[in-house]
């Protein structure tokens, strides 16, 4: 079992950048590949950013590609998504995953075994 807990988010202006962090419990983080969704209401969760256990690989939505950035600390059991240039759109709860397949990336929600709890982003216009 793994717990996730999201922090990070809050209200920025667009064109800032915010730091989310998902601190995992758990010895086996470094073999999960991790991923962040988002949801923004009356919408379903979509996929953002994904990161392999050992951080080779990683995947983005198109609509996040060159403004986010994820990445991992194994020693501190930590995933990050720096997101900069935010646009109001981006406004939603974002929540980190863990896939504990030790497959290919993936950005299917279901696909993913465990859940944080999110933290709201939201970005004025």
């Known amino acids: 079992q793994v717990q996730l807990l999201e922090s990070g988010g809050g209200l920025v202006q667009a064109g800032g950048s915010l730091r989310l962090s998902c601190a995992a419990s758990?010895?086996?983080?470094?073999?999960?590949?991790m991923g962040w969704f988002r949801q923004a209401p009356g919408k379903e969760r979509e996929f953002v950013a994904a990161?392999?256990?050992?951080?080779?690989?990683?995947d983005y939505a198109d609509s996040v590609k060159g403004r986010f950035t994820i990445s991992r600390d194994n020693a501190k059991n930590t995933v990050y998504l720096q997101m900069n240039s935010l646009k109001p759109e981006d406004t939603a709860v974002y929540y980190c995953?863990?896939?504990?397949?030790?497959?290919?990336?993936?950005?299917?929600?279901?696909?993913?075994?465990?859940w944080g709890q999110g933290t709201q982003v939201t970005v004025s216009s």
């Open positions: 995953a863990a896939d504990r397949s030790m497959l290919s990336l993936r950005s299917d929600p279901h696909e993913y075994d465990f």
């Open positions: 758990g010895r086996t983080f470094s073999s999960y590949n």
């Open positions: 990161i392999r256990g050992n951080s080779l690989r990683t």
